[in-house]
């Protein structure tokens, strides 16, 4: 690895792992060329989403300023070179699913070099992942739910569009970028559905029930004119300036509302809404197929994940009630 760029071997935490990105040098014309290159290439080819495009890009530039032009920079580094940085990387207290993810990065990076005849050999090819541990979604419980939706104060008009965001989120389960990102025009409350835009550009139609089609109505007419003012925004879900929501305001309203309806915040992630409803759905006899299509994973793998989280709900249930559990 680069001498001047060492760290003390003890992991390190987040906001350390921040300081000594911030302290690594600025990213040289060649690796900013080919970084560029690759995000363009990929996107073009796979209309991938701009998360994971973004994504790419962090991973890449981080990479290239740890080499700081070391041995041809980003483009001619060799296995060693991957060794070293994935080492550090360990060392600093990365976690196992962020070096995986790297190493994903990597070898769509450097198989588009190999395509090109930018280079011979891939480097990552060899490069074995680290073993993730499961980690299952965290749904809240039913009950929980209940009083999270009904945290809200709907006298006020953020409070009415909070609830009616959490309320389509739950009933829908859709993604946080989804939802702060959804369209007026995409929702038609006459039919009772939405057409959702997830990853890669695919879109899906999801059902609302009447309890979201219910405060999506009340939003609608007595919030949303209020947050637009004159403007004609996009965006269904608005801000005091009439602009679309951030995934972090939207979270940050998400652990505001917990700790107001007293759930512990290490229940509550991100997507923990979403997960709620794929797990309560299952709970309720939910055909895990139909399941697949209503949160618009690819592959049913991915959605199955959701099967051992209500194996596990049922297997704490019976250990907690049964005479003998």
């Known amino acids: 690895m680069p001498p001047r760029y060492s760290v003390a071997m003890s992991a390190a935490t987040p906001s350390e ?25 990929i996107w073009a080819e796979n209309g991938l989403a701009k998360q994971t495009l973004a994504s790419y890009r962090r991973d890449l530039e ?6 700081d032009g070391t041995s041809g920079g980003l483009v001619g580094v060799d296995r060693g070179g991957l060794f070293d940085y994935f080492a550090w990387r360990t060392r600093s207290g990365y976690s196992p699913r962020s070096n995986a993810r790297l190493l994903s990065t990597l070898r769509a990076f450097f198989a588009l070099q190999v395509r090109r005849g930018v280079r011979a050999d891939d480097p990552s090819a060899l490069l074995d992942p680290p073993k993730l541990p499961r980690s299952l979604p965290k ?53 009772g559905v939405l057409r959702a835009t997830g990853k890669g550009g695919k879109e899906r139609l999801v059902p609302l029930g009447e309890e979201a089609q219910h405060w999506l109505s009340r939003y609608l007419a007595e919030s949303r004119p209020v947050l637009a003012g004159k403007r004609a925004p996009m965006a269904l879900f ?29 229940k509550i992630s991100p997507h923990g809404l979403r997960h709620s409803f794929a797990t309560h759905l299952l709970n309720h006899g939910a ?16 959605t199955q994940i959701y099967t051992l989280v209500a194996r596990e709900q049922l297997k704490r249930l019976h250990a907690q009630h049964h005479p003998r559990g």
């Open 62 to 67: 981080g990479f290239a300023r740890w080499r």
């Open 139 to 191: 749904a809240l419980s039913e009950r929980d739910i209940e009083v999270l939706l009904a945290a809200p104060e709907i006298a006020e008009p953020l409070g009415l569009r909070d609830r009616a965001m959490l309320e389509l989120m739950y009933a829908a389960g859709l993604r946080v970028s989804e939802l702060v990102g959804l369209p007026a025009t995409m929702v038609n409350l006459r039919q």
């Open 17 to 41: 792992r921040r300081q000594q990105a911030l302290a690594l040098p600025p990213l040289r014309d060649a690796d900013a060329t080919a970084i560029h290159a690759f995000i363009e290439t």
């Open 238 to 266: 608005l801000n005091p300036g009439g602009e679309a929501l951030s995934r972090q305001q939207f979270w940050g309203l998400v652990k505001r509302y917990a700790g107001a309806a007293g759930i512990d915040p290490n």
């Open 287 to 302: 055909d895990l197929r139909a399941l697949q299509m209503l949160l618009g994973h690819a592959s049913l793998s991915t």
